[in-house]
């Protein structure tokens, strides 16, 4: 009886381990060397790897958390970084008072990406999945 205990509890344990989207030991060399072309400076990441199958780097520069996202043949997706709503340009800040104001901001994020270049995403809490809304700097929203 205690070995069934011990076993059934090992189980769990590998189980919970297995669960978690931890990925730094199966990162592909070709989407680490694309890390390390772009943040030579940066030299242990956490990798997650996302629910699109994209690898996700977690490192902090200069103090500051950073997430940048790849390709699994190593193409670089996009940079976010955390910011304060405070620190929104202020015609973003016009635009949201004029539009959303009634909405609270749940999360704001500076991002730079390979396809839409720099943009500020907002995001806003709504019953079930809140919704982002992308700025650029001038305050033009573009999705």
Same mark, same amino acid.
């Not at 950073?66 to 997706?77: E, L, M, Q, T, V």
């Not at 990406?113 to 720099?118: C, V």
């Given at each position: 009886m205690k070995l069934l205990k011990?076993?059934?509890?090992l189980l769990l344990v590998i189980l919970f381990i297995s669960c978690n989207n931890t990925v730094n030991g199966q990162v592909p060399k070709t989407v680490k060397t694309a890390f390390k072309n772009k943040y030579p400076s940066e030299k242990n990441p956490n990798w997650e790897k996302d629910s699109h199958g994209?690898?996700?780097?977690?490192?902090?520069? %200069?103090g500051k958390k950073?997430?940048?996202?790849?390709?699994?043949? +190593?193409?670089?997706?996009e940079t976010e970084?955390?910011?304060?709503?405070? %620190?929104?340009?202020?015609?973003?800040? *016009?635009?949201?008072?004029?539009?959303?104001? %009634?909405?609270d901001i749940t999360e704001v994020e500076? /991002? *730079?990406?390979?396809?839409? +270049?720099?943009f500020y995403d907002v995001e806003f809490k709504?019953? +079930?999945?809140?919704?982002? /809304?992308?700025?650029?700097?001038? +305050?033009?929203?573009?999705?």
């Open positions: 011990t076993s059934s509890l994209n690898f996700e780097a977690h490192f902090k520069k %200069d950073y997430r940048a996202d790849f390709s699994p043949k +190593g193409n670089w997706i970084l955390s910011i304060n709503k405070e %620190d929104l340009p202020k015609a973003i800040k *016009q635009v949201i008072n004029n539009k959303f104001k %009634d909405e500076y /991002v *730079q990406s390979a396809t839409k +270049g720099i709504q019953k +079930g999945k809140n919704k982002d /809304v992308e700025f650029r700097e001038n +305050g033009q929203i573009i999705n």
